[in-house]
């Protein structure tokens, strides 16, 4: 209602009173004093994912990510986790295409510590040959089990579908024959390539004095040397025609996907495409959800995205069903998606589209852990700690004209 959309326009910007300052070595500091309650957000951002990766690397990048936890010079095996759990905290990791990120929250009276664990596993890992090697059977047991998973197979038959250069194209886990070959001298090579002061950014929100906090950050990296590593990416070209993919699995249900290409994260038309894809098939009211799941009840489920990395990414519908209905199901999908494009959509669509994209996004950023997420993301994606602000801004000031410009394209 219209108390809410107040509420949200005029929330604190997730830029605001944020001190940006990059050390001589190029390592980027993020802080924000933030007191809405005796909790700290430790981050540590670097600017590799697995579209980095050269050909002999695939999957290097989140296994990096499981070789951080296992043991640095100081700490050993499972005592880095430990040693934020023993102080009332949580610890995790993440990697995608483009980033990597470790991460931990904490009472903020040990801000501190999780600064000194998470800088430890970042710069200090000794990437043990047993250790490498357990962690290898590990992966390769995540990779046969995402091969049970249907919208896990699903998603790596799209991305291969979608990009032939890109290398968006390949899993972020890798292949069982790339993670079976990972050496120490390949994890090793792969870490003192990318993880480089002028590659990192750290990331604290919470209850913390910025200038203390900045001056630990200093004392721990000041003294790191750069590193000479840059991305180099092929660039997709221009898809021609429709491509299809078909893969027979002793899945109970099928599933399936009905993707376009889109745009980069920072693309003018990337909060366009957003909106578009929340009328299309996201809450229960979109288009997709009452046309296709609701009145004609041909599939058990079915969403609409528009995904958004650093390069290009893609925009589309996935829905699950019996594989009898899967095609009569993308006849219907391809019909809606095809009307955003020849009539604009309702005054009470964008609003109500708008109103749940901001509330959504504000949800996000309530807590300190949100919050920092949002920094070291909007910088890392998009070159701009303010990105998400302004984002929000595009988003409120949209028009149906808009919409229905960007569906054309």
């Known amino acids: 209602d219209g108390s809410m959309m107040h509420e949200y326009r005029y929330a604190a910007p997730v ?17 924000r004093e933030v ?5 700290a957000e430790v981050q540590i951002w670097a600017g590799v994912g697995s579209a980095d990766e050269r050909d002999h690397e695939r999957g290097l990048a989140h296994f ?5 936890f296992k043991g640095t010079e100081r700490r050993g095996v499972g005592e880095i986790a430990g040693a934020i759990e023993g102080a009332g905290g949580r610890i995790n990791a993440f990697t995608s295409f483009d980033v990597t990120c470790y991460h931990a929250t904490l009472p903020s009276d040990v801000a501190a510590l999780g600064l000194d664990v ?29 091969e049970d998973e249907p919208h896990s197979v699903l998603s790596d038959a799209l991305f291969a579908s979608a990009y032939r250069t890109h290398p968006y194209r390949l899993p972020i886990l890798g292949t069982p024959e790339s ?3 990972f050496t120490r001298e390949k994890v090793r090579a792969f870490y003192e390539r990318w993880y480089t002061p002028e590659n990192l950014v750290v990331v604290v929100v919470g209850d913390i004095d ?6 630990k950050v200093e004392a721990i990296f000041g003294d790191d040397a750069r590193g000479e590593a840059e991305r180099a990416r092929p660039e997709e070209p221009p898809q021609e025609g429709v491509r299809s993919a078909l893969l027979a699995r002793p899945f109970e249900r099928a599933c399936a996907d009905a993707s376009w290409p889109a745009v980069a994260l920072p693309h003018p038309d990337a909060p366009a495409l957003d909106l578009l894809a929340f009328i299309l098939g996201e809450g229960d009211s979109s288009r997709l959800v009452r046309g296709v799941k609701e009145e004609r009840g041909i599939v058990d ?3 609409a995205s528009c995904y958004t990395p650093r390069d290009p990414g893609l925009f589309g519908a996935t829905w699950d069903a019996g594989a009898d209905q899967i095609l009569p199901a993308l006849e219907q999908i391809v019909t809606e998606t095809e009307r955003l494009r020849r009539e604009p959509v309702s005054v009470e669509e964008l609003e109500k589209a708008q109103l749940n994209f901001i509330a959504s996004r504000a949800w996000e950023r309530e807590s300190v852990s949100g919050m920092a997420r949002k920094l070291g993301s ?14 929000l801004e595009r988003v409120r000031n949209m028009t149906r004209e808009d919409l229905m410009a960007t569906a054309e394209k």
Request: aromatic share 4%; net charge negative; hydrophobic share 45%.
């Open 64 to 68: 990096h990510e499981h070789m951080l």
């Open 378 to 391: 909007s910088l890392l994606h998009a070159g701009d700690i303010a990105f998400e602000d302004t984002y």
């Open 301 to 303: 489920r079915v969403d």
């Open 35 to 39: 007191r809405i309650a005796p909790v």
């Open 210 to 215: 910025a200038a203390d906090m900045l001056g």
């Open 15 to 31: 830029s605001a009173d944020v001190r940006v300052e990059r050390l001589p070595n190029g390592l980027t500091v993020l802080l």
């Open 118 to 146: 998470l800088s430890d596993a970042v710069r200090a890992s000794v990437f043990d040959p047993e250790e490498v090697a357990r962690e290898v059977d590990v992966v390769l047991e995540e990779i046969n089990r995402s």
């Open 179 to 181: 993670v079976g070959s």
